[in-house]
Every structure is written in C-alpha cells, then in structure tokens.
C-alpha cells in the first residue's frame, strides 16, 4: 500500500475550474495504476477518472469526459485530476486510490489504498 495525500478541492462557482493533486507519501506512486472517486452526501462513491502507470491510457466516466482531465507526473509523485465546467452536481468528496496493477479498473474494490478525500462544492 501506498499512503496518498489529496490537495486542491475548495468552493467555486458554477463553470469554473479546479485542480486536484494526489502525492504518494513516502513511496513512489509510478507502481502503480492510480484513479480518482467521488461520493456526494447519500450517493454511493463513484468512478471518475483512472490513468495507466506510465500515463499513456487513461479512462473517464462518461458525465466527466470533456470536462476533467487526469494525468500524472511520476518524478514528483503526484497525479492530477485538472476540472472544467464544474457543474452543482459535481459537489463530492474527491478520492484519489491506488491499484497494484499494471490494468485498469473502474471498481473501487479494486484500489487497494486511498487517500482522505478533499471537498469539491460547486455553487450555482
């Protein structure tokens, strides 16, 4: 396992942007297949974007792509999930994890660390 701090999350209006960081504390995140969740208040956590150990694939659900992009940067550690168009419903707690695995999933199951979340509000 992997610790892993999650930054960035904050209040913004409707249509702005915001970009999340996810840092691997104290070991190297490169080994691993990284993905960002989020649970909204009494909704179950769901997929939102997850990216291969060497960041050439990457995989979005179908209501974030356009809108967020999910990269990496394995020499400082840390996997971004850059938002756009931030829309209300977008309001959630973030999640960044981390999958042992050179292939992909979408199932948080599958992700055997995670971070502490960090509040994203969307305000209309």
């Known amino acids: 396992q992997v610790p892993l701090v999650e930054s960035g999350g904050g209040l913004v209006q409707a249509g702005g942007s915001l970009r999340l960081s996810c840092a691997g504390s104290?070991?190297?995140?490169?080994?691993?297949?990284m993905g960002w969740f989020r649970q909204a208040p009494g909704k179950e956590r769901e997929f939102v974007a997850a990216i291969s150990r060497s960041g050439g694939i990457t995989d979005y659900a179908d209501s974030m792509k356009g809108r967020f992009t999910i990269s990496r940067d394995n020499a400082k550690n840390t996997v971004y999930l850059e938002m756009n168009s931030l829309k209300p419903e977008d309001t959630a707690v973030y999640y960044c994890a981390a999958r042992y695995s050179s292939s992909g999933s979408r199932r948080d199951t599958d992700f055997g660390s995670w971070g502490q979340g960090t509040q994203v509000t969307v305000s209309s």
């Open positions: 104290g070991r190297t995140v490169s080994s691993y297949f």
